[in-house]
């Protein structure tokens, strides 16, 4: 038996970031930054007048100023304000050439072309600044970061168009087994419909990957050697003996280049879990227990789309981990748990806040293969090998299954 | 001044639920089941094997049985299993008719055609019996729930091909200002780039709903007209001083169906919100400033998509709150907070996690205009009107912005 850590760091080695594509800012979202993403620009591009009023010189004297024009958003006054010279500013509006203060309407008495101020009072806050918000060239989204919706208006207002972010790694999902129907259709007598699929597809959506799914292959090697054509960076199989049958796989496939190992990994729930290579892409063979399969999904297929996408996996606390994607949170348990033989145990539980804290309640352990279990769960409570009895209160290491 | 929830109010209560359209299986993550989804047979259909062993009656003596036939998945034995007799069955494999325990290979010793067991006992949970994760018209999936990838393979367990989910709103969005140019654009002397219509989309998306980027429209009479010919559940109009002139857009309609309304609500970061109906469809008019823009977006338009979809609306705990859309959680103030006006107050804060709590460090009052700290904070923290100075240590509700 070798550790779900040794397991990953096997599985894991077998990846690198995948290459980089250079995509519109309209598609951004969601995407990983390939590398840092720059400012073309200041931001604002030049110092605007957050209120109405008139923007003038803060070394003139308190005479009354000459209203020399107006400036509103999208039509600046182009000429330089001299001395004793006032323009009228909108809300939005570019301060002129050689203003540097704005006194607001409430402020000011205008009659004709000639404007008096009841203050001489400049508050800095009435002109936002060129550049206050961000300067050309400074870093608007750093390499490995997911793009957000609020990151889409950073990059707009720093002038992006285009962005070169990480390629969706491809994730081709084989279905395995000749007990299977697909959902829709007539059930054979002794059959049970194809599942894990589905929700894998959905996972590796979130996670940042394009699945391609191949359906359901029967049980054999000719079928299993179809996945050869997979244009693929993850081959995925679901369930099937006869993946993990080496010699005869590689004798339909008519070629030596595939291989697998059997693992037995020390964690529950958990199956044997098959790894290898076919034609130099990397392939993960998940239990058929569906509730299972999901569960390994989360332990290799997210961490290696990770490392294709160049995703930071900075070690950080509670909010940071969700959305960072390092998998793991604290809760304090609300029922008692046994302890824990040489396998790393992964428990559904539901979460629930009490006094600010986060508390997790425990699924039956005999409900492990349910599905229906897995679904309504929040989180996975994970036990360390070798754990003595957990008691209700003690503080545990929880997996959020948030979003998935 | 009205209140925000006295505007949410108002907002909100220009919607109603949107119709449901049937989408296939593979569609169905992340959408919003519009009535309870129910299986369509058992799962497991029937009681299956969880260990490779022999199929047998509890019932029969201790003597020797005859081995009758095998069953593997997909291949289940279709005849009935009679007194002393037995079935070889592998992992996944149907019980036989007329077998109600099975014995597991560990245990059994075969020569030939008959097989000895070494035990009389029978453990339960090596069959997993037909219905144990769900039965045929148990509800797999509530009215009102977002779809989870977990969920999809819980629904192709219980054969669903299609379900009935409710549409994605359509949401218009508009950015309207002299000053606009598109990032990309060569940019006029004075202009700055549209920014917000981006994160808008993006976020709107998160949402559930359908964004629709009318682009840069001019701010008159006239081109805020065009919105008219928006096919959509909700027109969303960035910036713009010429939306709120009734009578002058009324006028470039050629219709009386357009009105709106200029609300002061008692927030901050706030600017006068602009609400009201153009043809019959919800209009909302948010400030020209981004980060202002799109802190409205989640207090005005992220419920609006709620109601829209039917989401659920429970009032619940920390995890279930971020998931479910309640918007809001609670954490501790890093550091201290002057006290609040008559105003509801946004404050942007990062979030870390210390001790098993959620601390928010506020970011400087003076930053609300700076796209660059909304797209940095984790969080929102709500201070709600006439709030008293909030210390270090103090517990305040803070709303995440995870996920967007």
Known sequence: MISVEEAQRRVLSAFKPIDAELEDLVHLAGRIAAEDIRARGDNPPMSIATVDGYAVRQSDSDAPRKIVGKATPGHP???TVGVNEAVRIAIGGVMPNGTDA?????????????????????????????????????????????????????LAAGGIAQAKVRRRPRVAIASVGDELSAPGEDRRDGDIYACTGYG????????????CDFGILEDNAEEIATIADADAELVVTLGGNSVGNTELVARALGTTDFAMETWKVAYRPGR??????????????????????LVCALLFIRPSLDVMLG???????????????????????????????????????SLVTEGGEVWAEPYP?????????????????????????AKAGDRVEVIPLDGY
């Not at 044997?272 to 399969?293: E, R």
């Not at 929040?378 to 090998?385: E, S």
Request: aromatic share 6%.
């Open 200 to 211: 894998l597809s959905a996972m590796i959506q979130t996670w940042g990957g394009a699945p």
């Open 311 to 349: 995703t930071q996996q900075r070690s950080c606390s509670l909010p940071q981990r969700i959305k960072c994607g390092c998998q793991s949170m604290t809760a304090r348990l609300s029922s008692g748990l046994p302890a824990t033989d040489e396998r790393r145990t992964y428990v559904r539980a």
């Open 272 to 293: 044997p879990l098959l790894f290898g290579q076919l034609g130099g892409t990397p392939m993960l063979g998940l239990p058929g227990n569906p509730a299972s399969a």
């Open 77 to 79: 006054y182009f000429d």
């Open 102 to 154: 704005l006194v607001t309407v409430d402020n000011a008495e205008a009659a004709g072309e000639v404007v008096h101020f009841r203050t001489t009072a400049v508050q800095p806050d009435f002109v936002r600044h060129a550049g206050h918000d961000f300067k050309s060239g400074s870093v608007l989204v750093q390499a490995g970061k997911r793009i957000t919706a609020r990151d889409m208006a950073l």
């Open 365 to 389: 352990v005999l409900d492990y293969p349910m599905l229906s279990v897995l679904a309504k769960a929040d989180a996975l409570i994970v036990l360390p090998p070798g754990a003595p009895e």
